[in-house]
């Protein structure tokens, strides 16, 4: 018998209307668990690099996480997985909400798509019986709208179903895959389901998802329950409200947004609002969102009340995603009443909402500058609001100047040309980032910028606080009831971190703790990404309840898999190098490795070489980001080995790296 999975997966050909149900192998979740790892195993096995992500061979996967579905707390993401049309990279961006649980009591781990279909078509997965539907009535429908009008379609109020909308359709390469309370959004995935010809998967299951051992891990999901109250109750004392809980509930539920106006560069501007905030914004934002929000809403099995359904004037009801609250209105420099209203439209267009906003910006930062001119924008409304509305009708439609934005800063740009480039400065591997221009460099943070593959938010921050506490007294007082480092080191990494003299930014943390600090963020993060867990409850905030000691335990008695710290940690590795050997095979490296050049005012070159160079080292990657013979052959990778060699990435004697990837002169 399986456990917390169910051995199975759906394979979808689009192309030949195909639909099997293949049983995977135990193995395979040992190695690699589930969600990302393994997802990341079958994009390796199957999509070679000279894929396009507009092929038919690209793969689409929706994979549940190894725990989803079971009683765990806030396990409940589904990770999809493709090659971007935007980075031209592995893809894994996450959806919330309630679709993988539903997955799993239908009787599958993921579906797998491949090909594309000449109509547009949805998926129909209803326990055993799985159809390919035609959904020509449904083009050109929002993705929300989409959900309700398959669900009343199908009599089936209880299916869960993730769309996507005008913009996936069009290929746009920031569209979404919105679903209920939860959305996709990063890398362009909304794009690829659009172009095989996929608007939704609906799925309804009633099947139990087997546990190894219950009463075992019962306790274990009570002691977390008990955590996440009692952390409720006590925030950590001495950092700014959104790091002193759990999830991200303040984002809907607190008005005071102070802190993320005055020190963000929203938009596509390197300038901060400093002023922004003041008791008149305060007051008309309170208004305005407490004439909106409709009710405060949570994940499947999760009592955090993270999000909030919207409803403005005369609109539809929809989620409003974390922090698209921002994103619009302040691009737009203009008030929450706009922001929420265009977020409307967005999210049934089904776009990314941080990339969106920016791409708008630039492309009126392009007009202002004389870059772009009035024949780019025939019939543009004057006013700011209403060029927004207007950009963002063109790119999702790709009409125009909208079909060259619909690429996204980095690709547009360079069609552009006319010095565009030097506009498109927030991208980090061709992606739109968070728009952060900071003072001092973070060693920690550059580390977790420039090797980041996941390219969000949650993935550059983690379980370290971000900046030292101003006394002795506060860093005591933090360390006492801090169980969940892998390590006591880092309680001393942290009391000595100071804010000023020699035990400050930036050459403290020293390299080596970065290392240290970096690698364990970024392997709670994949844990998370494999378990399906939601990283508001782990990897992302300060003292979470899943930490590196009750995770093996969680997976032993809800999987049945004999699992100890040190075997977890050999997993993570695994399928994060897996991940970072499909990237290295389609031509990333080191040069790719870059933050923004004013993500920070204050940069130290000499210092950033020698942090990437000791990480690199410490990762088991030669000088390039290249993983090793000896690393990979340590970690039961010998077959990428093979590959890499082959394709004249590695040597079979040494681990030099080739010049130039078949990749990438395929690119040039
Ligand atoms: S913490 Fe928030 S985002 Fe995470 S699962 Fe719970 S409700 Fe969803």
Redesign the pocket.
Known sequence: MRYAETGFNLEVDLTMGNIERVATDPRDTELYLGGLGTNAKILWDRVPPETEPFSPDNLLIFGTGLLCGTPAT?C?RTIVSTISPQTRLMAFSMM?GFWAPELKYAGYDKVILRGKSPNLVYLWINNDKVEIRDASHLKGKGAVETQELIRRELKEPKAQVAAIGLAGENRVYFASIEQG??SASRGGIGAVMGDKGLKAIAVRGTKDVNIARPDEFMELCNEVLKYIKWRNDNPVPGVMPILAG????QEMKVHDEKWHTENFMWGNSRTRRKDFWNEEIAREWMKTMDSMRRRL????N??????ATIQPPGLPTYMMK?FTKLTYTMAAMSDLEFGLGIAQSATEFGVDGFSAPQVMAFALELYENGILTDDDFPGMPSDNEGRFYWLLDRIVRREGIGDVLANGTYWAARQIGKGAEAYAHNNIKKHEQLPLKLSMLNPIYFLMYCTGEKINITQIEGQFPQAPFATREEREAFVKDWFQVPDDKFKQYFLDWELRGEKSLPYYPTVQMCCDIVDWQERMHYIDDALGM????SSFPLKPPYHIHNYPKFISSGAGIDMDETKLTEAAKRYRTLVRAINIRRGMRRKDEKPPENHWKKRFPELEKELLDTYYKFKGWNDDGIPTQEFLHEFGLDYVTEDFVKRGILTDIEDDPSKETPAEKEKQ
């Not at 999760?302 to 999000?307: A, D, F, Q, R, W």
């Open positions: 806030g409940n919330g309370r939860s759990l999830g991200s509930p809403i949570s994940c499947y999760c009592p955090m009340t993270c999000g974390c939601c990283s508001g409850l």
